[in-house]
């Protein structure tokens, strides 16, 4: 059985135990037929069950990891995460490249990492907007990280220039 620890970030008191557990291999449709992985997901908060568990039938094991986190996520749903602290501090610019001060060349890759520090509900990525020369170039960007640190990526496919 693997085992992992997962806490809600507005919380920082209270861990959760998550265990995946392959239960059992079962030819599906006799001895002949395709294979099904019964995957258990279990979790337990301070020794208390979460229950009941969660079950992945899985034919193939490509999407094994999708499966096991949609487990999880709703084995998370269930568990009392309260007391929760407030959010207070809004995100902010960890990082950006280049900076105003530099010189920057029309040319110029911008990369900017944002920060969301606990306790804290998240950065949603869908707020992340990155606007030049006054002209939205979110649909170009790429986006990686996680809910409290995500880096904003955008190479230039065309320059962009302000009208006067």
Partial sequence: ?????????????????????????????????EVVWVVEVSANVQGVVV????????????????EIKGAVERLAAR????????DTHAPFVEESLPTVSSGV??????NVVITDLHPSVGIDPDSIKL???????????????NPQRYVVDWVPTQILYLQV
């Fill in 1 to 33: 059985m693997a085992t992992f620890l997962v806490r809600d970030p507005r919380n920082t008191s209270k861990v959760a135990a998550f265990g995946v557990n392959f239960r059992q291999i079962a030819p599906k449709d006799g001895p002949e037929g």
């Fill in 51 to 66: 229950s009941p568990s969660e079950y992945v039938y899985l034919t193939s094991l490509d999407n094994m990891d999708l």
């Fill in 79 to 86: 568990i009392n995460w309260e007391p929760l602290e407030p």
């Fill in 105 to 110: 060349s029309i040319h110029s890759r911008i």
């Fill in 131 to 145: 606007t030049i020369n006054g002209i939205d170039a979110t649909s170009e960007i790429k986006l990686s990280g």
